[in-house]
């Protein structure tokens, strides 16, 4: 079948931190009090994203979504301070979490990736539907806003609308129906092995690694290569 909708991850795919995680919490922990490795809180915070739960409440009313992400969150935070350093102390840790969760809300924050504009430009221009399939919270949406990369989407799906986090089929799946297409007709564009292209995989879309690509440039070509 030839394709007519592209999903996209977000971070790492579209958009990426406009600074490194670790010395984003550097500065908020030794504003508390607490002087640590950049590098060593990066690896840290990566460790500890790899062995969380999916950041996904499917019984919760939607009301309390929100804060239950939120509270998801604080969790992690505290996790990567203990994997840093087992034995820090941050004076008021709750102030720590203010910090880093306004932080990362924010667009300016963020930076989208070489090419992401443009490439969603172009694929929209052939007709392709588009849409964004994350993990990532409610904070997404505001980012995605300050970044003009939410108007070239058709639907950005999140784990509070489908009930389900990749690799879950169903968050694809959500994200299809929203297109109006079947998964033959869709190509996912990730860069996490398990989330992204084996998830994608199992949900019967076609995949690209984002990672083997040189720019976002190079994907319209790339999916005219999948055709």
Same mark, same amino acid.
């Given at each position: 079948?030839? &394709?007519?909708?592209?999903?996209?991850?977000?971070?790492?795919?579209? &958009?990426?931190?406009?600074?490194?995680?670790?010395?984003?919490?550097?500065?908020?922990?030794?504003?508390? /009090?607490?002087?640590?490795?950049?590098?060593?809180?990066?690896?840290?915070?990566?460790?500890?994203?790899?062995?969380?739960?999916?950041?996904?409440?499917?019984?919760?009313?939607?009301?309390?979504?929100?804060?239950?992400?939120?509270?998801?969150?604080?969790?992690?935070?505290?996790?990567?301070?203990?994997?840093?350093?087992?034995?820090?102390?941050?004076?008021?840790?709750?102030?720590?979490?203010?910090?880093?969760?306004?932080?990362?809300?924010?667009?300016?924050?963020?930076?989208?990736?070489? /090419?992401?504009?443009?490439?969603?430009?172009?694929?929209?221009?052939?007709?392709?539907?588009?849409?964004?399939?994350?993990?990532?919270?409610?904070?997404?949406?505001? &980012?995605?806003?300050?970044?003009?990369?939410?108007?070239?989407?058709?639907?950005?799906?999140?784990?509070?609308?489908?009930?389900?986090?990749?690799?879950?089929?169903?968050?694809?799946?959500?994200?299809?129906?929203?297109?109006?297409?079947?998964?033959?007709?869709?190509?996912?564009?990730?860069?996490?092995?398990?989330?992204?292209?084996?998830?994608?995989?199992?949900?019967?879309? /076609?995949?690209?690694?984002?990672?083997?690509?040189?720019?976002?440039?190079?994907?319209?070509?790339?999916?005219?290569?999948?055709?």
């Amino acid at each position: 079948m030839p &394709i007519r909708a592209v999903l996209f991850d977000a971070a790492g795919t579209l &958009i990426r931190t406009a600074e490194p995680v670790g010395e984003v919490y550097a500065r908020a922990f030794a504003a508390q /009090g607490v002087e640590l490795p950049a590098w060593r809180i990066e690896d840290a915070f990566r460790r500890v994203l790899r062995r969380a739960d999916p950041c996904v409440f499917p019984e919760a009313p939607d009301e309390e979504v929100p804060e239950l992400e939120r509270r998801w969150w604080w969790w992690r935070v505290r996790e990567t301070l203990r994997a840093t350093d087992s034995q820090a102390q941050v004076r008021d840790f709750d102030a720590v979490f203010a910090e880093l969760w306004s932080h990362f809300a924010r667009p300016d924050s963020w930076v989208a990736l070489d /090419g992401a504009e443009a490439v969603l430009d172009a694929l929209g221009a052939r007709g392709l539907g588009l849409a964004l399939v994350s993990n990532f919270d409610a904070r997404l949406d505001r &980012i995605l806003e300050g970044l003009g990369l939410a108007a070239k989407l058709q639907a950005v799906v999140r784990p509070a609308h489908a009930r389900a986090a990749k690799p879950d089929a169903r968050i694809f799946r959500a994200a299809l129906e929203r297109l109006g297409v079947v998964a033959e007709e869709a190509v996912h564009v990730g860069d996490d092995p398990d989330e992204d292209l084996a998830g994608a995989r199992a949900a019967g879309l /076609g995949v690209i690694d984002v990672r083997e690509l040189a720019t976002l440039g190079e994907l319209p070509s790339r999916l005219a290569a999948l055709e």
